[in-house]
């Protein structure tokens, strides 16, 4: 396992370009199964995650072509379905939960597909009913035994089917499931994040027949086969946000460029509700460095709430981020993660640090502003999961003396390099590589 070792305290300046944006790549890399012609995808991020997906894909024996740093070409045009039946798949799969979004794929082009209890962040209770239930009504024959699901159709059959909830990984393995069901199915409360966007317009061009892109209601009308394309992935909307706290917390100035600044909904809103002042273009969004930033209030001046909600609402992948920005701010927030009841427990490392926060209960933190009258102050903690991982760095760049953060490997999992790309804006960040 590694570990950072932090000096904070410094104000970091400079440009900074978003990785291509993870969630969405976890997608499109399943995507590729849905073809046996090449599918060329660029500003693929080099992180745990994404690398280990692709991994997963030549074991089912897609050739994979690296065409540069961020640009692969595949093609699945001899894929051994046989692979779901060995061990290795198993192992794999079950280390990687966005690799559950092979299943819609597979299924449909191959009508048959195992799969064993996906892994992740350990954040709370995160249930695949939404995927199962949606590719049963397409037609799906569903068997338990263990610790593996198997799933097997002749063929899938459109259908109009209402979401119980607007998963983003389940509105995406419908999708996929169905571009190659017979016959026409409408999804209701699909989920209309950027990344099913993106990946909806892959498929289209991909030969796909798609209707409502960007709503909650889609018509898909099943087709024979899809062609090849390229696609090119979104910058990371949640390494933009990231970047809009990390530049608040440690008074830095910072330039994000080459971001689709539309595709980022009331991300920007909910950081300046924080007090922080940016100027937005088409393709960057410039933080300047600023000494105090006081939260709003409501209308009635009673305070802010913060809440996490399906698109177009605030990403819950920034709740952390928005919670540890808060922290030097003038003012108070309550923070209401209403999606995972554990993502807010890292807030202990936080008021060790020095924070002022109260933990209301597993979904509701308060947090009080400090206005920089008191700086954190450098400790040891550990990195529960991704998005509290680069929350709990981000509070030890602001900090006053040295932090450790061990199991780094988490945020590896979701940001590219962030050290050495941090480093070169003037951080202090030392990885440490330990060995078993």
Known sequence: MSSFEIIGGKKLKGEITPQGAKNEALQI???????????????????????????LLEGFGVKVKRNNESSYTFKADNVDINY????????????????????GPLLARFGICKFPQPGGDKIGRRRLDTHFIGLIKLGAKVSYSHN?????????KGCYMHLEEASVTGTANIIMASVLAEGTTTIYNAACEPYIIQLCRMLVRMGANINGIGSNLLTIEGVKQLKGTTHTLDADMIEVGSFIGLAAMTQS?????????????IIPTVFQKLGIKMDISDNNIFIPSQSNYEINTFMDGSILTIADAPWPGFTPDLISI???????????VLIHQKMFESRLFFVDKLIDMGAQIILCDPHRATVIGLDRKQKLRGVTMTSPDIRAGVALLIAALSAEGKSVIHNVNQIDRGY????IRLNKLGADIKRINKTK
């Open 29 to 55: 890399l399943c995507a590729v199964m849905l073809t046996p012609e090449e599918v060329t995808v660029n500003n693929v991020p080099n992180i745990i995650d994404v690398n280990n997906l692709i991994a």
């Open 84 to 103: 779901i039946n060995t061990p290795n798949f198993a192992k794999q799969a079950s280390s990687l939960r966005g690799s559950v979004m092979l299943i």
């Open 148 to 156: 593996l699901t198997e799933f097997k159709a002749k063929k899938l």
């Open 253 to 265: 100035e910072i330039n994000i460029v080459n971001v689709n600044t539309a595709e980022l909904g």
């Open 322 to 332: 928005a919670l540890v920005t808060a922290i030097q701010a003038k003012g108070s």
């Open 416 to 419: 590219q390099d962030i050290d």
